[in-house]
């Protein structure tokens, strides 16, 4: 409903119009926010013909259309009627999601009902209850609680298992250990009628706080991994391929060389080609971030990932899918890719160092109370105690009840958050470097100096015929100083030249400078009386750009700015922007040697770029973010999406950041607190299951409240 | 002691009602829209009777 995002006019082929085989449609509603909204997209839906059911989910901002022989365009048009803007999804990208949150909710739902019902079962043993009685109820929890840990601990367990078949130690060990153990002792207790301690509310309530914190993992990705796939989803890349038949819409990694497709204005080229016939200006930006369109003629090369602007083209495809230039790039973006995997957030650091103390403490508390008692189930019995004492329920929980808190609260500032460690990499970062066109600037044109009105508004007359973003600069200048479009007729648009038309019985004409007899940049006017206007134009700038470069400034962050595009627009946008350290003409490899140099230097770098020329930068910098209307490649290497379209949120986005990592802190702080205090209980065989269970709810509590508490 | 006899099973049986309740409410979808859900309360449409139209896919 703002501004249209530059996803929206990529989708024009998108939409499909192939009859759906009678499954729901999915259509992506990225504007929906409130009560009203839900109500307006779900009547408009069911009144369109054919429709026999509608749902819209507002968590994942999605509608579920149901009905027979339904195409996506009219429902996309009736919602647009309604004031929503939709978009229509590939389902085979988005299947099986949602289910891993289900199979998690069902095993904590077990785990948290088994657990009450063995706590109340063992109030009656800790009160008092002795001999049969107590047998009686160590037995009954027992069949309670026993397969209820089969069944909720098997996430645990297979991950375990996992780690220990390649001979490394995680988090899952420990726990796994602490919860079968505690499991299989306790049941060996109940049969025998032995007087020793039963720890199967201890297992359970474990097995239940650290299946909490992992669905909290598990939804604070949840959305944002959705709405990312959904982006993917809206770029199924599609080509219209000429036949002998006529033109049929094809997958565009079907084509083959040779093929001959057609690229009408405002498509995205689908393969790497030749144009073989029409003449038109290609927008390059994404690929190598120049601004200025750049004209074609038949004969000239074009990329997959260019965008066509005037005129309609018919290209033969030399090279497509996996070869094109834009996938050439890839290999470039999985070495840097493969230097950031290796970065390790703090749980994981934490748990390195916390799992094999866990095992050398219960360890140890075993052989100390054998040689000192030799008595093996009392040494079982505290070495039991040691473990599910220390493992960390409080730990599994500091940092996904972080990350869901914070995240969420990004999510409705319209900043995906992709990566598991974003958060942490970002609280880190130091430096901040931009790309310009698509970034910094909108990618679209704007009119310079002020041309005498009569030109003006023959100039808008002549544009409001062409999609050229100059044409449309000159419009929205018009516009601006409220000069009406003079009147044209038999308008006729020469692609790659510019427009021409009858204007009170002369012959006028409108583009490159070339065609109308002249020398330079910028467009031409003539208007059929000898006299010729030159318009000049420059990039224009985000709005919110200039204040956010000086927040950064302002906070002591060094801002750069790398560009594909030639230095004088560069110079002109740093100028602007108040950026020193500017660079242009830089290819995608100067782009990620450039960051690896800083890097090397010991600077953590956030990259915020959106064309295909900074994927390879923005996989290789310390984090990295990406603007919704960037290219897809961009989007997926980024650790987060901006998805609306105020780049002034980059701040924000630090100062939670830091903030979290902060609260992380804490929270892993706090729990180490707790298996201070009671490691030693422990160890000496004070610890009962009543305390362990205590100690254990206490700890997860505290850590859960400290994350929920607002940021300063 | 004998009162245990009738206690354990009526306890045992309201944990199984419980968790019973849960899978029923995990089944019929109610965890797949948090924030629609939280809207919807709030419209009039459905005062009289719930919305009859199938649950969308998560």
New interface residues.
Partial sequence: MTAACAACSAVDVGASDAPNGGG?I?LHLPDIH??AC??EVEEALRAAPGVT????????K???V?GGGLTATPLIEALAAAGHRAQELDPSLLAG??GE??DL??RT??AG??M??VM??SVAVWSGAADA?AQ?FHL?SAA?AIPAVAFAGRPFFASALRALGHGRLNMDVPISLAIVLAAGVSLMNALTGSEQHAWFDAALALTFFLLIGRCLDQAGRRAARSAAAELAALDVPQAILLTDAGPRVVRAETLAPGDRIEVRPGDRFPADGIVAEGRSDIDRSALNGESAPAPVAPGGAVSAGEINLSGPLVVTVERAGRDTALSRLTDLVATAEAQRSRYSGVADRAARAYAPLVHILSAGAFVAWFWATADGWRALDVAIATLVITCPCALGLAVPAVSTVATGRLFRRGLLVKSQTALERLAEVDMVVFDKTGTLTTGAARLTGSPEPRALALAAGLATASRHPYSQAIRAAAEARGIAPAAVSEVVEVPGRGVEAQHEGRRVRLGHPGWIGAAGDGVMLDDGEGGAVRFTFEEEMRPEAPALIATLKARGLPVALLSGDGEGTVRAASNTLGIDDAHARMTPEDKADWLAARAGEGRRVLMVGDGLNDSAALAGAHASLAPASGLEAARAVADVVLVGDDLGSVADLLITAKGSLVRMRENIGISALYNIVAVPVAVLGFASPFLAALAMSVSSLTVTLNSLRRQA | MNVLVVLIPVSVGLGLAGLAAFVWTLRASQYDDPAGDRARILDDRFDDAPADDPRGQS
């Fill in positions: 729901a999915q409130c009560a839900i109500a059911g509608a749902r819209v989910n507002l968590t994942l999605r509608a579920s149901e999601q949602g949150m289900r909710l069902m739902g077990v009902f088994a009450m019902n109340l079962l009685t009686l009954i309670i």
